[in-house]
Protein backbone atom coordinates (compact mmCIF):
# COMPACT_ATOMS: atom_id res chain seq x y z
CA UNK A 1 0.00 0.00 0.00
CA UNK A 2 1.05 3.32 -1.00
CA UNK A 3 -0.56 6.46 1.00
CA UNK A 4 0.54 10.12 1.07
CA UNK A 5 -0.36 12.89 3.19
CA UNK A 6 1.52 16.32 3.80
CA UNK A 7 4.52 15.11 1.48
CA UNK A 8 5.22 12.26 3.22
CA UNK A 9 5.06 8.96 1.56
CA UNK A 10 4.41 6.16 3.58
CA UNK A 11 5.02 2.51 1.98
CA UNK A 12 3.07 0.12 4.00
CA UNK A 13 3.26 -3.56 3.94
CA UNK A 14 1.13 -5.96 5.71
CA UNK A 15 2.20 -9.02 7.45
CA UNK A 16 -0.11 -11.37 8.66
CA UNK A 17 0.66 -14.17 11.08
CA UNK A 18 -1.03 -16.35 14.01
CA UNK A 19 0.69 -14.22 16.64
CA UNK A 20 1.34 -10.14 15.91
CA UNK A 21 5.23 -11.40 17.38
CA UNK A 22 5.69 -13.88 14.50
CA UNK A 23 4.26 -11.52 12.01
CA UNK A 24 6.72 -8.74 13.33
CA UNK A 25 9.63 -10.38 12.37
CA UNK A 26 8.20 -11.95 8.93
CA UNK A 27 9.69 -9.31 6.77
CA UNK A 28 12.85 -10.43 5.51
CA UNK A 29 16.12 -8.54 3.98
CA UNK A 30 15.40 -9.53 0.64
CA UNK A 31 11.60 -8.12 0.79
CA UNK A 32 12.68 -4.95 2.38
CA UNK A 33 14.90 -4.56 -0.66
CA UNK A 34 12.43 -5.41 -3.08
CA UNK A 35 10.24 -2.69 -1.53
CA UNK A 36 13.16 0.10 -1.45
CA UNK A 37 13.64 -1.15 -5.28
CA UNK A 38 9.93 -0.34 -5.77
CA UNK A 39 9.89 2.57 -4.41
CA UNK A 40 12.69 4.39 -6.22
CA UNK A 41 10.86 3.50 -9.65
CA UNK A 42 7.36 4.82 -8.22
CA UNK A 43 9.44 8.12 -7.17
CA UNK A 44 11.06 7.82 -10.25
CA UNK A 45 7.71 7.78 -12.59
CA UNK A 46 6.00 10.46 -9.75
CA UNK A 47 8.71 13.42 -8.39
CA UNK A 48 6.31 15.41 -6.98
CA UNK A 49 5.40 12.29 -4.33
CA UNK A 50 7.17 12.28 -1.18
CA UNK A 51 8.60 15.99 -0.98
CA UNK A 52 8.80 15.64 2.89
CA UNK A 53 10.40 12.22 2.83
CA UNK A 54 9.43 8.22 2.51
CA UNK A 55 8.86 5.80 5.00
CA UNK A 56 8.37 2.15 5.44
CA UNK A 57 5.52 1.00 7.87
CA UNK A 58 4.46 -2.33 9.10
CA UNK A 59 0.83 -3.23 9.62
CA UNK A 60 1.04 -6.86 11.32
CA UNK A 61 -2.25 -8.72 11.86
CA UNK A 62 -2.70 -11.70 14.01
CA UNK A 63 -5.19 -14.60 13.77
CA UNK A 64 -7.97 -12.69 16.26
CA UNK A 65 -7.83 -9.92 13.37
CA UNK A 66 -5.70 -7.57 15.87
CA UNK A 67 -3.89 -5.13 14.06
CA UNK A 68 -0.71 -2.75 14.60
CA UNK A 69 1.34 -0.44 12.67
CA UNK A 70 4.90 -0.12 13.65
CA UNK A 71 5.70 3.48 11.91
CA UNK A 72 8.93 3.32 10.31
CA UNK A 73 9.48 -0.13 10.57
CA UNK A 74 13.12 0.13 8.03
CA UNK A 75 15.16 2.76 6.46
CA UNK A 76 15.60 2.71 2.77
CA UNK A 77 18.97 3.27 1.20
CA UNK A 78 19.97 7.21 2.20
Same mark, same amino acid.
Given at each position: ???E????????????????????????? /????? =?I? @???I #??????????? +?? /????? =??? @???? #??????????? +?
Amino acid at each position: MVAEKEGLLAIVEVKARARLADAAVSLSD /RQQAR =LIS @ATEI #VLANNPQWGVE +GV /RFDLL =LVD @AAGV #VRRIADAFRGN +G
